[in-house]
């Protein structure tokens, strides 16, 4: 089982920046594609960004599309969120998973098998 440790969260302006790391051990993250989701009290969590094993392929929700930017670092086991333009209504906890397959990026929190603890970002307007 891998461990996913998120880090990078924090409180930022509307319009402002952050970058999300999420370093992994117990495996060669290579063989992973990697998902970043999002979750605020009482609600679902929300898919935010997904990469593939290679890193040639990704996928954004509809909210952050333009603005947020998912990329990875295979030879250093760790995966990332660019956020940019950052709004009020980005401010959740998000969350890193992992899920060993190569040829498909997962899109839905139940098809991911690893999860990080989660860092919170809170956007101030």
């Known amino acids: 089982q891998l461990q996913l440790v998120e880090t990078g969260g924090g409180l930022v302006q509307a319009g402002g920046s952050l970058r999300l790391s999420c370093a992994v051990g117990g495996g060669m993250i290579k063989l992973y594609s990697m998902g970043w989701f999002r979750q605020v009290p009482g609600e679902e969590r929300e898919f935010v960004a997904a990469i593939s094993a290679g890193g040639g392929r990704f996928y954004y929700g509809e909210s952050v599309k333009g603005r947020f930017t998912v990329s990875r670092d295979n030879a250093k086991n760790v995966a990332f969120l660019q956020m940019d333009s950052l709004k009020p209504e980005d401010t959740a906890v998000y969350y890193c998973?992992?899920?060993?397959?190569?040829?498909?990026?997962?899109?839905?929190?139940?098809?991911?098998?690893?999860w990080g603890q989660g860092t919170q970002v809170t956007v101030s307007s």
């Open positions: 998973a992992a899920k060993s397959v190569l040829a498909d990026v997962p899109r839905t929190s139940k098809e991911y098998d690893d």
